[in-house]
């Protein structure tokens, strides 16, 4: 039998020792309407066992309303570039959409369950005529953030029945504190029960849904179970509305024709309320960020975080969760030391898996210690609609604060720190050794302490260097002596949650954030990520950077300057096709490519040729331009595209382009609806009949080239692949990287004449291995690519 993660008291005016007296309810008053609908519906003496009712049905809404999530995220990701921001803006809209329901079932809840169940009722009702779920047929503007858009979006496409969905929760356990189970004074382990589905839905979409079926089956499949849960719903508003008391007595079990008084509830509990479910809210999506912005924008990435931030919510509120909060609270501090101090900052190419495991290990801390603390401060059942109310307001702000706020203020994701401290701050920590507790809290200690920890963090600063942010930094014994004596102070300082935020965050700026700090003016955000533009003076060259993955270099020295260098090479994949384009195409080719960067590719124009970059982001736009001179000096023609590269090439001209290469990847994340059949298929009707499409498959986390097998075997595509790895010295101020470009053309004979014009083993047909499934729009799992390398990364 589920119970309550801890017993509530009971309230007065229940008589324990005799059956329930039936008195009329002195706040209901007759409903014509109200009273005969459900008089119809409803046989005299209706009666289910109410327990497993309410809890299959807060089980199946949760996991409905959280199985959408990731569902939708996917269908919407063709038309917003798979760019990270689609996953944390729709985010936002969730949690907006879930306050509005719970303040629907706040309001609702006033009522008599009988008028609750006929205006939900109709909620369901009119959200049904929006089924099956699909995606609007309209487009964002070109020009602008698409954040809005993206809302507007999730609004009309789903809004509807996300929002019937999300109000059903609190409903639900405000209809059973009615009902006449003897555990109605404590309805809250139907919240870790709601919790439980949620987190079932995340784990299943991943592993079990996307990998098994199309976009098409997945929507039918949901909209089958909100009909379904509507039934249930139905259900359990008869169960409690056909008691005597037509469930007006909230949290006294048995009906005695009292109603339990609402507890009083102040302004500043509600604030801190609040305040623990924002802190929680925020960091899941700070947290999210990395994954998607250096992995790939995927349910798989995006799931992760936010099935083990819905963990921590059902064991703070299960049987046991004051000792789960206990453990979290007195581990949260130390995790912050330990992972929050390094691996929000110190993040690089080969550490990128391991700040990544860091982070999901500190969310979960973290946010069961904030989880188990608003547990402990939640009020009797006769008030869980005002707690669950000002949990969803928290969440909501967590979700525009990370969404619209951060993006706008911060030019690199500096709300992950803040918001690491900001959870140190308000974690109810207890002192690891009052005596020295007893002695920090001391003004003139605490001041000598505060003085000398912040002079040797600034003065490690100036030990530490500035390292590239594309590296993995290796501290100096001198940092480490610095850190290690702000960690002991730290320790020392746990219970004395000022001077342990203060300490904690000047390791924070120690181990990385004054680097950051001197690096504001290198960088640029958008909806699509964090570029960063880097002087170089040891390499003499300029690199540009999407979040941790070189995307461009250029030399500054100015005889190499208009040489293509990293993965551009001339003798990359893409350099021997874009040097064999005048003898395969003649003097005129029109060449496109997908992803301007720092405008790399333009070094291969040659007089007479037309060329077409795509580009979606026009914060690149403005870097290629202003902070590089790859187009001023070799191509200053070169036309430019705004857009998703697979929209604008489905409205440009058929047969319009010879070559086209696709290198449109943000950081290495995979923009994962341009590798599927029907992006092929936009290929296919943009190149001429006998055109060349090259496409960048180098990736730290995934194995693409099966994947391109695969859908070049279903839509007719020959293909072959370029290993560059270069080798040999190489001129001060040019870099050439290992890169790997595979060909696709429709006939054998164009690939066999660009081989011709290469280098006699530059290319290699495509491996042949275990085959995967191709990717196509409506269905494609991440799973069976994934790269899984014995250093870790």
Known sequence: MLQGSKATPRHPGRDQGSPAAVLPCPYRRPHPIADSVTDAIAPARFSLPLRPLFTVTILLGSFLLFLIQPMFGRRVLPVLGGSPSVWNTAMLFYQATLLAGYLYAHALSRLVVRRQLLVHLSVFVAATLTLPIATARWYPAVAGSPTFWLIGLLLV??????????????????????SADR???????????????????????????????????????????????????????????????????????????????????????????????FIASALLLSTTTHLTTDIMAMPLLWVVPLGVYLLSFVLAFASNGDRYTRIAVALASPALLVLGSWACLASGPATATLFATAGIILLFVVALALHGTLA??????????????????????????????????????FEHPLLLVAAALAIPTRPLVPATARWLALPGVRITLATLALAASAGAAGLYGVAPVDSDRVLTPATLVVVAVLGVIAVAAIGQRGLFAYVFTLMIMTLGGWQQLAQLDTRERSFFGVYTVEERPADFSRILLHGTTMHGQQSLEPELAAIPMTYYAPN?????????????????????????????????????????????DPVVIRIARQRFTYIAECNPALAIVVGDARMTLAQAPAAGL??????????????????????????????????????????????????????????????MIRLYNPTGPQLPGQTFTPSTWIALARTPDRLAALRAESPRTAWQPLRTGAPVTAWTDDFASVLPILKFRRDGT
């Open 572 to 616: 990359s994949g893409v350099g021997l096709a874009m040097r064999a384009a005048p003898s395969l195409y003649g003097p005129d080719a029109r060449i496109g490519f997908v992803g301007l960067g720092t405008g790399t590719l333009s070094c291969y124009y040659a007089p007479g040729q037309r060329w077409t970059a795509y580009e979606i």
């Open 157 to 178: 496409s789903i809004g509807p029945v996300f929002f019937a969905v999300s109000a059903q929760a609190p409903l639900m356990q405000a209809w059973f504190a009615r």
């Open 183 to 277: 555990d109605a004074a404590n309805p809250y382990f139907l919240y870790a029960a709601s919790n439980l589905g949620s987190f079932a839905a995340l784990v299943a979409y991943p592993l079990f849904v996307e990998p098994n079926l199309p976009l098409g089956d997945q929507s039918l499949l949901w909209s089958a179970g909100f009909v379904g849960l509507g039934l249930l719903v139905v259900l359990c508003g008869l169960s409690v509305g056909r008691l005597p008391m037509d469930g007006a007595s909230i949290g006294n079990g048995p009906a005695t024709g009292t109603s339990a008084a609402r507890p009083v509830i102040s302004w500043a509990q509600r604030r801190r309320w609040t305040l623990l479910a």
């Open 376 to 413: 402990q401060d939640r009020p009797a059942a006769a008030g869980l609609t005002d707690f669950y109310l000002w949990l969803s307001v928290g969440g909501a702000l967590g979700g525009v604060f990370c969404a619209l706020l951060a993006p706008l203020v911060f030019p690199w994701p």
């Open 658 to 719: 010879d070559i086209l290469a696709i290198d449109a990847f943000s950081s290495d994340a995979i923009p994962l609806h341009l590798v599927t059949r029907e992006a092929f298929g936009v290929y296919r009707r943009a190149l001429t009949s006998d055109g060349l499409l090259l496409v960048h498959i180098s990736n730290r986390f995934l194995d693409l080239e099966p994947m391109i097998a695969a859908i070049a075997a279903h839509e007719g595509w020959s293909a």
